[in-house]
């Protein structure tokens, strides 16, 4: 079996039918954009949350990223945030809100907490729930009546995927990271590419990751339309959940340990659809269009479909040319954060590479920590100076400039190099023109202001 259908068939409850089955979850993350409506479904039908100690809450799409402390001022933000923290009293929900010392994007903090883990199923009211798939399990977005639904059962009816696996061998350039491996799979796949299929990413390069790299390549499985993204797990892993505050202890570790070596592809197993790439292939990545999959090596071009009405209005609307070069292109923000790349790795990454350098005049720069924790830890090491001498601005943790959902947005007919997940048009704010790259090419960028190859500036 592939390691998907083993952890399927773990929590197959009951088939409905041959495509149908009802699958049991281990763990149900909510936040405050998606949980309102289930929550006054359950209040509707007279029922409560069937088990709560399988579902854990945070604030985090809406939320300010300066004065954490003050009220909301957006008037809608500060009602989604407000009915959370109601709804989680009412119904007896863990809660990490605003002044948590757990708080942060959901995607963040289950990893960091120790409380993602190898095999199991996971679920949230949002896509990139996928992220959490890179511990070896099948983690997905669902929407707001399946939100309901989980809190109701514990289960839900699903059409299980077919499988797909992708395979990165050799090694990566210097200054090429995971984003840059992710965004060219999706460049060559297409946004649609992976539409059906649950993946598993496998191969030397994706074996010689960290964790946090591989939560990066597994969040953005869904830009290229897949159900979910997965890694087996293996020592990393282990290494990185041992000891975390959610983490087993005792026999209870080394019983989960035995369990855990268990999961991976048999060696006879067969997947629906196979690739297979080389890293020595791969560049620094930026997109230049409105879709994750609009995406080239920054040595390259950008060439499209000229018949394509689509291709040529994504292009109109980032003000870019056919057969024109990314490099040069002059950048007014940067944002380094998001539960793409927002984690103490990346922030680590980006204060190496700006350390003794000043962000251009023109430039404005956000980084947001993913976490409360990250936060601290950066502080810890000093990051924030190294981001303050430069002129980067340190901001509490939130999806911030991910989303046009809360104040950070940016300036219509301006450009933004993000290590978001997302490009579409209008996604940072009304007119936001998004490219998206790693930490490592928006430092650049903010230095230089405008788009550069960083390995030129990497000895």
């Known amino acids: 079996m592939t390691l998907f259908e083993k952890i399927w068939n773990a929590h197959r409850v009951k088939s409905i039918d041959e495509n149908r089955d009802v699958i049991y979850i281990d763990q149900h993350l909510i936040h405050e954009v998606t949980s309102p409506q289930a929550f006054d479904g359950l209040r509707s039908r ?39 923290t109601k709804n989680c009293n009412e119904f007896g929900v863990e809660l990490y809100g605003l002044g948590h010392h757990h708080q942060g994007i959901v995607h963040v903090i289950g ?19 996928s992220t959490h798939g890179a511990f070896g399990n099948i983690a997905f977005g669902i929407g707001t009546s399946q939100v309901e639904q989980v809190m109701a059962t514990q289960c839900l009816i699903l059409e299980k995927p077919k499988t797909m696996r992708i395979n990165v061998e050799g090694t990566l350039q210097k200054g090429v990271t995971s984003k840059d491996l992710v965004l060219y799979i999706i460049a060559k ?50 290494a990185y959940i041992k000891g975390r505050k959610f983490a087993p202890v005792g026999q209870a570790w080394e019983d989960a340990l035995s369990y855990w070596k268990t999961l991976y592809s048999d060696e006879n197993a067969v997947f629906d659809a196979e690739y297979t790439y080389d890293a020595e292939d791969i560049q620094p990545m930026v997109t230049y269009g409105t879709n994750p999959g609009m995406g080239i090596g920054i040595d390259d071009v950008i060439t499209i479909d000229s018949n394509s009405d689509s291709n040529k209005k994504s292009l109109s609307y980032m003000g870019l040319a056919n057969g024109a070069s990314m490099k040069g292109l002059a950048i007014q923000n940067v944002f380094i954060g998001s539960c793409t790349n927002s984690r103490i790795e990346d922030l680590r990454q980006v204060a190496d590479f700006v350390a003794g350098k000043q962000k251009a005049a023109h430039v404005k720069v956000y980084i947001v920590p993913g976490s409360v924790m990250v936060s601290e830890q950066a502080k810890a090491e000093g990051l924030d ?5 430069a002129g980067f601005e340190l901001r509490q943790p939130g999806c911030s400039a991910c989303l046009g ?55």
């Open 405 to 459: 959902m809360n104040e950070d947005k940016i300036p219509a007919g301006e450009y933004c190099v993000s290590t978001s997940n997302r490009n579409f048009e209008g996604r940072q704010g009304q007119g936001a023109r998004t490219i998206l790259a790693s930490p490592l090419m928006a430092a650049a960028a903010a230095i230089e202001g405008k788009i550069v190859d960083v390995r030129n500036y990497l000895n």
């Open 46 to 84: 007279g029922i409560g949350i069937f088990r709560k100690n399988r579902i854990l809450a945070t604030a985090d799409h809406n939320v300010p990223t300066i004065n954490q402390h003050l009220p909301i001022e957006e008037p809608l933000s500060r009602m989604q945030v407000d009915t959370l």
């Open 189 to 238: 796949l297409t946004a649609a590419g992976g539409t059906g299929y649950f993946i598993e990413y496998a191969g030397s390069a994706i074996r010689s990751l960290s964790m946090e790299a591989r939560m990066t390549i597994c969040n953005m499985s869904i830009e290229m339309g897949a159900r979910g993204g997965m890694i087996a797990p293996d020592e990393t892993t282990f």
């Open 111 to 129: 990893p960091e907490l120790g409380i993602t883990k190898p095999g199991m199923t996971i679920v949230c009211g949002d896509s990139h729930t």
């Open 385 to 389: 100076k190294i981001f303050e001498a």
